[in-house]
């Protein structure tokens, strides 16, 4: 029974070396990438703005795709303008709706001006009459 090597090494259990992946082209074989060997493992890099995904062993972009951006500038509009539409509608149909309200509960409680210069003329002069008359 005898040991075993590490990941990225071989030999006989006794003595183990590292494997050289780059020079044995077992790793980043994808287009553009390069290889640099490290102590039991190695590096991929990929040319330009791309990214390594050792997994697939290829290269992505790494800012994203257009479409991607597009998309996302599409639904942030949208957001934007439903809360434009929102606000436009508060300010005007609701918060007018709302002012009349207001004004309507405040008139049973505390009279408009004009409603009190109509009711104080007409309740004035019967009074005039009547205190005239009796004297």
């Given at each position: ?21 780059c ?6 074989q ?38 991607g ?61 009547t ?5």
């Amino acid at each position: 029974m005898g040991c075993l090597c590490p990941k990225g090494f071989r030999g006989n259990g006794l003595t183990c070396e590292d494997i050289n992946e780059c020079k044995e082209r077992s790793a980043c074989q994808c287009d553009g990438c390069s290889c640099k060997n490290t102590w039991g493992g190695y590096e991929c890099k990929c040319k330009g703005d791309l990214l390594y995904i050792k997994e697939q062993d290829t290269c992505i972009e790494r800012s994203g795709s257009k479409f991607g951006w597009f998309l996302t500038f599409v639904v942030l509009a949208v957001v934007v303008g439903a809360g434009l539409a929102g606000y436009v509608f508060y300010k005007y149909r609701l918060r007018s709706y709302m002012d009349s309200e207001i004004m309507a509960i405040m008139s049973q409680y505390m009279p408009l001006d004009s409603q009190h210069n109509n009711e104080a003329s007409s309740e004035a002069q019967p009074l005039r009459q009547t205190s005239v008359g009796k004297f």
